[in-house]
């Protein structure tokens, strides 16, 4: 199996090359940390097991999307402190 249809292969439903590569650092520092591999392979880099990992569906991950924080409400000013603001303030 050549490199490219490996690659092919991976992004299949993976989403995109960034996604992956991320993913398989991740487990690629895992590996380099003690974890036992969850395959058995031939290739000696990490990275390449762990992509391996990735192509065998051993790898489950999930996309979170952080909730952006809340806004603070911004308080529209009354007709009398426009007035004030722009110098012209009415004379009663």
Known sequence: MSS???LEKLLEGKGNRYRLVVVASK???ELNA???A???SEVQKTIS???EEVLQGKIKYEIRVPKPP???KEEKPS???K???SGKESKK
């Open 79 to 81: 007709p009398k402190e």
């Open 34 to 36: 003690g974890t036992p």
């Open 38 to 40: 969850l395959i058995e």
């Open 27 to 29: 487990r690629a520092r």
């Open 49 to 51: 097991l762990a992509l």
């Open 83 to 85: 007035e004030k603001k």
């Open 70 to 72: 809340p806004e603070a």
């Open 4 to 6: 490219a249809y490996k």
